[in-house]
Nanobody, 120 residues
Framework: QVQLVESGGGLVQPGGSLRLSCTAS????????MGWGRQAPGEERELVAT???????NHVNSVKGRFTISRDNAKNTVHLQMNSLKRKDTAVYYCNTNILQKNGRRNQHWGQGTQVTVSS
């Protein structure tokens, strides 16, 4: 079993900042790419930022220059620093990881989600 625990969501005014964190634990041998996705009401879930073990990052155009993904490999943790937040960033944010378990199984895992609401 693998557990992903997210934290850091909440209510913020437009232009504000939030920092999301996600820690993976459990039956883990190694973690490949870690990332963050989001899903707004009535829309499909989209992956907005990813980071490989070696540090290569990718951010979708809608968040480039405002969001920054980072990770601590020793702690199996990934962060998403969100600055200059806009109302359209309102969504449930999900941690996403590709994990190789100790039993040899490799699976993609999603966290339970944390709500981010941008509103005045």
């Amino acid at each position: 079993q693998v557990q992903l625990v997210e934290s850091g969501g909440g209510l913020v005014q437009p232009g504000g900042s939030l920092r999301l964190s996600c820690t993976a634990s459990g039956n883990i041998f190694s973690i490949d790419t870690m990332g963050w996705g989001r899903q707004a009401p009535g829309e499909e879930r989209e992956l907005v930022a990813t980071m490989t073990t070696s540090g290569q990052t990718n951010h979708v155009n809608s968040v480039k220059g405002r969001f920054t993904i980072s990770r601590d490999n020793a702690k199996n943790t990934v962060h998403l620093q969100m600055n200059s937040l806009k109302r359209k960033d309102t969504a449930v944010y999900y941690c996403n990881t590709n994990i190789l378990q100790k039993n040899g199984r490799r699976n993609q895992h999603w966290g339970q989600g944390t709500q981010v609401t941008v509103s005045s």
